[in-house]
């Protein structure tokens, strides 16, 4: 069964103290290494969930 609004993506946090938060998966965007925004967003994303 789908939701019947948008999904949003959540991740655990990788810090001990805040392992019981919910966050959303970000990071860094490489200016040497991603071509644009985009690029980044999907480097991240694969970085941070394997998705």
Do not use: F, Y
């Amino acid at each position: 069964m789908s939701p019947a609004g948008p999904s949003v993506l959540l991740l655990r946090r990788a810090n001990a103290s805040l392992s019981a938060e919910w966050a959303l998966p970000g990071g860094w965007i490489h200016i040497d290494e991603d071509a644009d925004l985009e690029a980044a967003a999907r480097r991240v994303l694969k970085e941070k969930t394997g998705v």
